[in-house]
């Protein structure tokens, strides 16, 4: 079954630490994304990777970073620079090649700071 | 600019009755568009997506839209609501006809189902 995983499902943070997301995707594609979700505020793009080792900052990449050193695995670094990092995060892979851009998600996850 | 608006962030209605949710864009390039779901902590899942051809797109669960493009509109319905349905929409527009093209999803519409 190809698809995108996600882990862990929920996460808790003490404010000063750095945690980081995992997301994995076994679909063959070239692009994957990161994007932060707040009730009533629909998803917000943090990051977005084309290629492997390349990726671009998003609209609010602020106090985040991310790596891109194989095509099936995007880490995404939440920082203790981020000051608001409670969250629901959700990772997202694209064929790069389709002009469509119809995007895949994982399951999500949930990150709370204590 | 490009942008997305769902008018409504939230529509409650009863079970068995027909609704609708809205989608409305601003853009000056052709667009591909998608309805997504998301059910209560979970990812989002395409229910269904307009690329060429009939402005009519049928997708799952019963749920049809009508791309209109003199009113740059992508509006989501059915005909009959069930419990099951309760999940927040999210309608999303790829700007653009190339692999470089922008998504852009709108805030989200919570559709609440009461028996």
């Known amino acids: 079954d190809g698809g995108i995983t996600q882990s862990p499902k929920y996460l808790f943070r003490k404010e000063g630490q750095n945690v980081t997301l995992s997301c994995e995707q076994n679909?063959?594609?070239?692009?994957m994304y990161w994007y932060r979700q707040d009730p009533g505020q629909g998803l917000r793009l943090i990051y977005y990777?084309?290629?492997?080792?390349?990726?671009q900052k998003g609209d609010i990449a602020e106090g985040y970073s991310v790596s891109r050193e194989k095509k099936e695995s995007f880490p995404l670094t939440v920082t203790s620079a981020q000051k608001n990092p409670t969250a629901f995060y959700l990772c997202a892979s694209s064929n790069r090649t389709s002009v469509y851009n119809e995007q895949f998600f994982g399951p999500g996850t949930r990150l709370t700071v204590l | 600019a490009q942008s997305v608006t769902q008018l409504d962030s939230q529509v409650p209605v009863f079970e068995e009755a027909p609704v609708e949710l809205r989608c409305n864009y601003s853009?000056?390039?052709?667009?591909?568009l998608f309805w997504y779901v998301q059910y209560p902590n979970q990812g989002l899942q395409l229910l269904l997506k307009?690329?060429?051809?009939?402005?009519l797109v049928k997708g799952i669960n019963g749920f049809e839209a009508e791309f209109n493009k003199s009113q740059t509109s992508f509006h989501l319905r059915k005909p009959s609501v069930h419990i099951s349905d309760t999940a927040e929409y999210f309608c999303?527009?790829?700007?653009?006809?190339?692999?470089?093209?922008?998504?852009?999803f709108g805030s989200g519409t919570r559709l609440s189902i009461r028996p």
């Open positions: 990777s084309q290629i492997v080792n390349d990726f």
């Open positions: 307009y690329l060429s051809g009939s402005t």
């Open positions: 999303a527009v790829s700007f653009g006809r190339s692999s470089a093209s922008k998504i852009i």
């Open positions: 853009s000056s390039v052709s667009v591909y």
């Open positions: 679909l063959n594609h070239d692009a």
